[in-house]
């Protein structure tokens, strides 16, 4: 298992940025394909950024190209996400995700999420 939490959320303005960061604890990190997903009040939860577990092959949401970028950092067991050029609708609650795949099936961890809020 891998137990995940999530940091750097908060309030910012409409073209700001912000960096989440989620550190990773209990198992192999570096054998994770790692994720950010969001959720919206009344929304389901969507994938915003995906990276393989080497960082080699990054994934990204539509409505999050050329503005946010993932990253890993496999010695320090952390994933990153920097938000930049935010818009009011990328406020949600942000989670991170844990994902392998094995002979035996699919396993996802998640951690307990951090609210953005983007608004003047």
């Known amino acids: 298992q891998v137990q995940l939490v999530e940091s750097g959320g908060g309030l910012v303005q409409p073209g700001g940025s ?7 604890s209990g198992s192999t990190f570096s054998s994770y394909t ?3 997903y969001r959720q919206a009040p009344g929304k389901e939860r969507e994938l915003v950024a995906s990276i393989t ?6 994934n990204y949401a539509d409505s999050v ?3 946010f ?18 818009y009011p609708e990328d406020t949600a609650v942000y989670y991170c995700n844990a994902r ?3 002979v035996g099936g699919t396993y996802d961890y998640w ?3 951090t ?4 608004s003047a």
């Open 18 to 24: 912000l960096r989440l960061s989620c550190a990773a």
């Open 34 to 36: 790692m994720g950010w």
């Open 53 to 58: 577990t080497a960082g080699g092959r990054t």
């Open 65 to 67: 190209k050329g503005r």
């Open 69 to 86: 970028a993932i990253s890993r950092d496999n010695a320090k067991t952390t994933v990153y996400l920097q938000m930049n050029s935010l």
């Open 100 to 102: 392998r795949t094995t």
């Open 111 to 113: 951690g307990q999420g």
């Open 115 to 118: 609210q953005v809020t983007v």
